[in-house]
Each structure stands twice: as C-alpha cells, then as structure tokens.
C-alpha cells in the first residue's frame, strides 16, 4: 500500500470525526478536515474504504480553528458549537441509518468546560518523559501539557520527573472536580517495595495516594495493590458522590455526565421498583433513590458494587440494593422502570430479550456509543416499544464521541 496526494471536497463529517469525499474511485475518509472544505489529503491506498490524513486545507470551513497536535483530540479543529452540531448529527444518522427510524433528536447537550475536563490519564512512562498511549506512527508522542485533563492533574505532572517513576512502564492519574486531591496508579511488573522511590516520588508531586497494578492484556485485570496514602477520592455526579480510583472505571467528565444522570433519573419517573443495569457504583441508580420504593444496581465488577455499597451507606439511601450479577440474565420480577448504561458494545441480543419480557414498562436508555444504541432502539422499536426523547450529552470536548440519552415506553 501506499499514499496518494489528492485534492477531495468534504461533503460531511461521519462517526469517528471523519470528512467524507468522494472521487472517481468512490468515498475518501479524512481525518481533520470539516464538512464545506476543500483539502489536500494523503490518502493511502489498498483494500476496503480509503483513508487518509488531511495535509493542507485549501478552502477552510467557517467552523475551522486552531488546534493542537496531539493524539486524543480529533475534532478539535472544530470551533466548539460547530462540535455540538456535528454530534447531534452522528445520532441523528446512526437513527435513519442502523434503527431505520425517522425520530426527532435533540440539542446536544453542553460539556459546561471545552478543555481540561478529563479527571482521568494514563501515560506511558519512557527515557523521553511521559508520554500518550495513543501513538501517532510508531514513536511515542511526549506529553507536554495535556489540554484535555483537570489542572490538579497537571499540577502533579509538572512536579514529576519521569526518571524517577521506574521501573513502572505507565502511570496513571484521577483527579476529584469536588476536592481537587489526585491519586495515581503505577503499571509495572513485582513487588510493591521496587516501587517505593517512585511512589514517594508521587506523593512528593501531590498525589494522596498511589496504587500498583500488574500490567494486563484487559486494563487494570491483574490486580491493584495500595503502595502508600488513599486508594480513592471522592468525586460529585450530579447529586451524588462516589469514591473514584485512579483504576477503577468511572466517567472522566463528572460535570457532564451529571447533567445526563439528572436528566434520565427524570426520564425515569417514579414507581415501586427500578432496575439500574451496568449500574457500576450506582451512580445513576441512586439518582433514583428518591422517585422509587426501591432500586437495585447490578453489575458484574466487584469493585464498582464495593464502592457504591460504601457510598449509598453513607448517604443514608437504605432502599438501594446492590446485586452481583450479568444484565443478559437479569430476571427479577415487579420492576416499573430499567436503566440501562452498557459499555460500547451495547445491549446483547440476551438482555434486550430479558429486559422486552421484564415487567418494566419504561427503558432509559444511556449510551456511549450512537451506533450500537441505534441497533438496540430499533430492536426495542421493532418489538413494539415507542421511542421518546433523543439527547445527546457531550462528555469528551474536542473529540468526536458523544453519549445519548433517551426512553422507551410500551
């Protein structure tokens, strides 16, 4: 295979941010161009659908900025309203496209900060500093400052230097919107004792606490050990908190993704029982708490259950329950409403056949991925359910994923 140096006209932008062009050979995916333009790409060539890499813009867009170089962003070259739109039409094609449906979406709603919203971070740790696990050709880009994450993260890396972190191969940070404190995680191979100095070293820079974990093939799947300070911090989503780690999942937008948990807690309305599915710590679930008799929270991380059960005591919410277990095999009776936040992967056809022959008449449904959100709708659709309200909710600024927020009703 090789590239190709050709002039193309974007027509629009398609999932992943990227411009969709055609020429005689057919359609030319561009990274980092915008609907409107014309540009120069280096397109390579081979197999399949072409892609290439835009070289030089000939005729810019209106929407168009300045961005920065760096591998996590790949729609930032878009002025951010512009990114709003562009958002709200991804949900609005994977609809028509994938369910099939002509169904009105919303506004996307705001992320309410552009930049250094991230509470989350991991780098690789190399001679050179840290630098992004994302690569761009085969050497590691070094990180100078990162735009994206909180500054209590940025704080902690300027006082790190990156020498004295070995023999650790990464470093991973959380940070707290709510307290500002930064824990941090080593990834490295041994016993917790080789990685004392790096640890004091962290501690030093400003973390509250370091933790080890074993490198895995599935993130953070060996084992995470708590080298000095404090495992997790608390963080706000919404009108609750929960304790995050620096390895644990938990959204890397908090403010954002409490705007979306507020508005399908109201989606949900109220009843007897309400079923939170990949519930994690709850922290949808216990949005719940107050409109329901009781909510179960159920999840297959043992962790996530840990930490919510810890939360939800000592907030005082007696009528959530959290339940081990797989959604494709949920089963209980006598539940009104279910929400469901899967991973990327979506609904698998066990749990959308469980959840379609449950007793709920009401699914909100939240989603981080509009392609396999609009497959599961139009499943739910097709079965007899009724779409409603459509929202997407922009969680990462100055890339291209969005998250939806919707119900259905039968």
């Not at 908190?241 to 993704?257: D, H, K």
């Not at 979506?346 to 449950?358: C, F, M």
Request: aromatic share 6%.
């Amino acid at each position: 295979m090789s590239d190709a140096l050709l002039t193309l006209e974007i027509e629009k932008l398609v999932a992943g941010g990227l411009g969709l062009a055609r020429d005689e050979s057919g359609v030319v995916l561009v990274r980092g161009a915008l609907p409107g333009e014309r540009v120069e790409a280096a397109v390579r060539t081979g197999r399949g659908v072409r892609q290439g890499m835009t070289r030089r813009v000939l005729i810019p867009s209106p929407d168009r900025v300045d961005a920065p170089d760096l591998p996590t962003v790949d729609l930032a070259h878009a002025a951010y309203p512009a990114q709003l739109r562009y958002k709200r039409g991804f949900v609005e094609e994977a609809l028509s496209r994938i369910a099939k449906l002509r169904h009105p979406v919303g506004q996307t709603v705001p992320s309410p900060r552009e930049w250094h919203y991230r509470n989350t971070a991991q780098y690789l740790v190399t001679p050179a500093g840290l630098a992004y696990r994302e690569r761009r050709g085969r050497e590691p880009q070094p990180v100078g400052e990162d735009p994206l994450v909180m500054e209590a993260i940025g704080a902690v890396m300027d006082r790190l230097d990156p020498a004295l972190l070995a023999p650790a191969g990464e470093v991973a940070f959380r940070a707290s919107r709510l307290t500002g404190e930064v824990v941090a995680a080593l990834v490295g191979a041994g016993e917790p004792r080789a990685f004392l100095r790096a640890s004091d070293h962290l501690m030093d820079a400003g973390a509250v606490g370091v933790s080890l974990a074993e490198p895995a093939g599935r993130r953070f799947g060996a084992g995470v050990r708590l080298v000095a300070g404090e495992a997790e911090v608390q963080e706000e989503f919404g009108r609750v908190r929960v304790g995050v780690t620096a390895t644990g999942f938990a959204q890397v937008n908090p403010e954002a993704a409490g705007l979306a948990y507020l508005r399908a807690a109201e989606l949900a309305g109220q009843g007897t029982h309400a079923a939170d599915l990949y519930g994690g710590t709850g922290a949808i679930g216990r949005h719940l708490a107050p409109h329901f008799t009781r909510v179960t929270v159920l999840d297959s991380a043992p962790e996530a259950l840990a930490r919510g059960r810890q939360a939800a005591a000592r907030a005082g919410e007696r009528n959530v329950t959290y339940r081990s277990g797989d959604a494709a095999r949920f089963s209980e009776l006598g539940v009104d409403v279910i929400v469901v936040d899967p991973p990327r992967a979506g609904l698998d056809p066990e749990a959308r056949e469980h959840i379609h022959a449950s007793t709920a008449d009401r699914l909100v449904y939240v989603s981080c991925d509009p392609a396999t959100w609009a497959r599961d709708v139009g499943d739910f659709v097709r079965r007899g359910w009724q779409l409603g309200e459509v929202t997407p909710h922009d969680f990462y600024p100055q890339t291209s994923h969005v998250e939806v927020v919707s119900v259905l009703e039968r």
